[in-house]
């Protein structure tokens, strides 16, 4: 019984060797524009993460390309830069191109002013609701 | 019977509104370090990411604390900086520190050399076998 099982779990975990390990995220905060200004709207339970942030000018903000989570485009390897098929052909840990195995954005954002669990920033590079993922100074 | 259903949902979602999503993640490479030097070892299926990276002295580094990944370690949202006890408390997206509800880590390096799907760098704050996550210019 016990080699069954673990001939059932060699097949499940693939003949080349076990699967690689997964890691789980959820939004910290999301992107928010509206009235011309840009925010990121910490959600209410890690508002405890913001202390002390008002002592920086400038944050890191990590966001997810959430309108590329799908298994094509993030088993896209090559673009050709901004687009553009004039532009050779590159792999995408050599761009900043918004799609990638990990979907991760990386911004750094002048702070304007904290209210609550709202930061305004200056701009981010993001669409509205787009979901953050941390902030680091 | 359809309202049935829709209760079910509603209670599996929680009462007090849906469930935040989640995105998943798998290591594109891993850092190693081996004979006084620190690489970074990209997964052979992401090699053809990399076409174009030899254009770079640095790269961003973004990687995952993959030892901190525990419920309790990612629901810390304040700490001591540098674990010093006479450092007033700070919310985690005020600091470096490897505890945050996304574990993400970033970090500059320089490229020392590019060999296959191995990239050597300078140094890097990262225990060795620590998954990768991305890589930027």
């Not at 997964?22 to 709207?41: L, Q």
């Not at 913001?50 to 000018?57: E, R, V």
């Not at 309108?67 to 792999?91: F, K, M």
Request: proline residues 9%.
């Amino acid at each position: 019984m016990r080699l069954a099982l673990c001939l059932l779990c060699a097949l499940a975990t693939g003949a080349h060797g076990a699967e690689p390990p997964t890691f789980e995220m959820s939004p910290v905060g999301w992107v928010r524009k509206a009235d011309g200004k840009t925010t990121i709207e910490i959600e209410p339970r890690y508002r405890p993460a913001m202390l002390g942030l008002d002592q920086f000018d400038s944050i890191w903000v990590l966001y997810w390309f959430d309108r590329n989570d799908t298994p094509e485009q993030r088993s896209i390897l090559q673009v050709h830069p901004r687009r553009n098929p004039a532009n050779p052909l590159r792999g995408v840990f050599a761009t900043r191109a918004p799609v990638r195995p990990n979907l991760i954005a990386l911004s750094r954002c002048r702070i304007l002013a904290i209210r609550g669990s709202t930061i305004e920033i200056d701009e981010i590079d993001a669409f509205a609701d787009t979901p953050v993922l941390d902030i680091k100074p």
